[in-house]
């Protein structure tokens, strides 16, 4: 192979290496560690509109924190589809709220900007409630049609197990999208690769042909 052969498959060797590398990075993170979920109701707006894919980071029971907004499987509500609400108290936690008042979280009012029109009540009921341990109360950003933990209140005071949490959704919107550009990088290198490849195999030195008359003058035979 010529020098300039030897170079194009040394490039090849290197662009697809660094390409695998990219692409799978991204898959097996996403595979192993992080999910997505599409909003189909509009109880977490403004924060997720209806059509949004949400990018969810999977954790255990006991990294859920208060205001994660976090993606909960209960089978005896909503039909056993999964949901997203934000995770407002935890167990120990006393949350409180009258008719068109703020919400009150251990007898201290909760700001809450992310919620829709500014309205942290909506037209639920007023209640005052004490989470239980392994437990979490949980609202959607858009009090006025969200059916969250204030319409269950008879049950275990409208709170859902920790344990039912699948995953947290990322603070960091652009972190999937950067993922995805990673990606298409490894993608476009493994195509570069084979390219540089094919041109790598066109610069062999072709093969020396020795004929009779090429005998003759060495004085060979």
Do not use: C
């Amino acid at each position: 192979m010529s020098r300039a052969g030897r170079g194009l498959r040394r490039a090849a060797w290197t662009s697809g290496a660094i390409g695998a590398l990219l692409l799978a990075g991204p898959v097996v993170l996403f595979a192993t560690g992080y999910t997505s979920a599409e909003v189909s109701g509009s109880s977490m707006e403004p924060t997720y509109s209806i059509g949004e894919r949400v990018a969810l980071q999977r954790i255990d029971a006991d990294e859920v924190r208060r205001g994660d907004v976090v993606l909960y499987r209960v089978p005896e509500r909503y039909q056993g589809l999964a949901t997203l609400g934000r995770v407002i108290g935890v167990g120990g936690d006393r949350v409180a709220q009258q008719p068109g008042a703020p919400l009150t979280l251990n007898g201290t009012t909760l700001t809450e900007p992310y919620v829709k029109d500014g309205d942290p009540s909506g037209m639920a009921p007023g209640y005052d409630v004490v989470v239980p341990e392994g437990r979490l109360f949980v609202l959607g950003d858009f009090r006025a049609n969200a059916r969250d933990s204030r319409y269950f209140l008879d049950d275990r005071s409208g709170t859902v197990p920790s344990t039912t949490v699948v995953a947290r959704a990322l603070d960091d919107r652009a972190g999937p999208a950067r993922l995805g550009l990673t990606m298409l990088l490894g993608l476009l290198l493994l195509v570069a690769a084979l390219v540089t490849g094919i041109a790598a195999r066109g610069k062999r030195r072709p093969p020396v042909r020795v004929t009779s008359t090429d005998i003759w003058h060495t004085g060979v035979g």
